[in-house]
């Protein structure tokens, strides 16, 4: 017997693999829309129904969801300060087939840089990066749309993501520098069972129309994180260079995360959405991971 709200994911890849595992798991029906027919494929091939829809192009049909529960876990686009994706997403729903609940995946980014400060959910939004900006007018769009149409939403805010297959060790085996200990900022995580655990009490939960922060509580810092991937795996730590040299050696990408500091609270998450982490810090997510690696 089928237990649980019928559950929609859109953008089913890393994350939402995940959780599309854990929902059939747990007697759920799932559906999945995904970009490429090669994933559709497999996906089908897991027993998941699921279909193609591109989100960049143009939403001529209105979309029977026919779900209970949207989880939206598509990135927007590389480029803008908007969420165009989301925005078509939603419009091409059709208003007879509307859900009962969507939980989109944000971003703590959004929160910008504090200073080392704790951040929680009642902290000021102040997105510094286009990126940011991004996923705040998605979470805009969401709430716009789902309140004019009275259908409850979550924001889940997430940090990075660590996991199996999702570390750095590629940058680490290619001896890429890390900012020296002293000037790195505070950075945040969460492991990936953990956020999909976040996502299956979302789809329960009665805490609607509510942002959650999605994070383990235990922040340190970006080198930090390096060093103990590495150890974990026992390869040597990455050389470390102040942020005069970084300027100079590192991505705008890695330097845009490196002017950021903030150490998110999980206090709303574990008290409101009922969370507690599998994982509430590295040592303990890093234990369970072995990626075959030649050390």
């Given at each position: 017997m089928l237990t649980g709200p019928k559950l929609?994911?859109?953008?089913?890849?890393?994350?939402?693999?995940?959780?599309?595992?854990?929902?059939?798991?747990?007697?759920?029906?799932?559906?999945?829309i995904v970009r490429s027919p090669a994933r559709c494929e497999a996906l089908r091939e897991e027993g998941i129904c699921a279909t193609t829809l591109d989100l960049d192009s143009r939403l001529?049909?209105?979309?029977d969801t026919a779900a209970r529960v949207i989880c939206y876990l598509v990135p927007p686009p590389s480029d803008g300060r908007e969420d165009?994706?989301?925005?078509?997403?939603?419009?091409?729903?059709?208003e007879n087939a509307l859900p009962e609940r969507v939980i989109l995946i944000g971003t703590t980014g959004v929160y910008g840089d504090a200073?080392?400060?704790?951040?929680?959910?009642?902290?000021?939004?102040?997105?510094?990066?286009?990126?940011?900006?991004?996923?705040?007018?998605?979470?805009?769009?969401?709430?716009?749309?789902?309140?004019?149409?009275?259908?409850?939403?979550?924001?889940?805010?997430?940090p990075g993501i660590y996991g199996p297959g999702r570390l750095p060790?590629?940058?680490?085996?290619?001896?890429?520098?890390?900012?020296?200990?002293?000037?790195?900022?505070?950075?945040?995580?969460?492991h990936v069972d953990d956020l999909v655990g976040a996502c299956m009490a979302a789809a329960d939960t009665h805490a609607?129309?509510?942002?959650?922060?999605?994070?383990?509580?235990?922040?340190t810092t970006m080198t930090d994180y390096f060093n103990r991937v590495a150890d974990h795996f026992g390869l040597s730590r990455p050389p470390q260079i102040p942020m005069a040299s970084a300027r100079a050696r590192l991505g705008e990408g890695i330097l845009s995360y490196l002017a950021e500091s903030r150490r998110i609270s999980n206090a709303r998450m574990r008290d409101?959405?009922?969370?507690?982490?599998?994982?509430?810090?590295?040592?303990?997510?890093?234990?369970?991971?072995d990626e075959g690696i030649n050390k």
């Open positions: 929609l994911i859109v953008g089913c890849g890393y994350v939402g693999s995940r959780l599309a595992a854990q929902a059939l798991q747990e007697g759920r029906s799932v559906s999945a001529e049909n209105a979309l165009p994706r989301l925005s078509r997403f939603l419009g091409a729903i059709a200073g080392g400060a704790w951040v929680d959910e009642d902290s000021p939004i102040d997105p510094s990066t286009d990126r940011a900006r991004r996923r705040r007018g998605a979470e805009i769009a969401l709430i716009g749309w789902a309140e004019a149409r009275d259908i409850p939403w979550i924001i889940l805010r997430v060790l590629e940058r680490i085996r290619a001896r890429t520098p890390v900012l020296d200990e002293a000037e790195s900022p505070w950075s945040n995580r969460i609607v129309n509510q942002v959650f922060n999605v994070s383990d509580g235990c922040p409101r959405l009922g969370v507690t982490p599998r994982y509430p810090d590295l040592e303990s997510g890093l234990a369970e991971i």
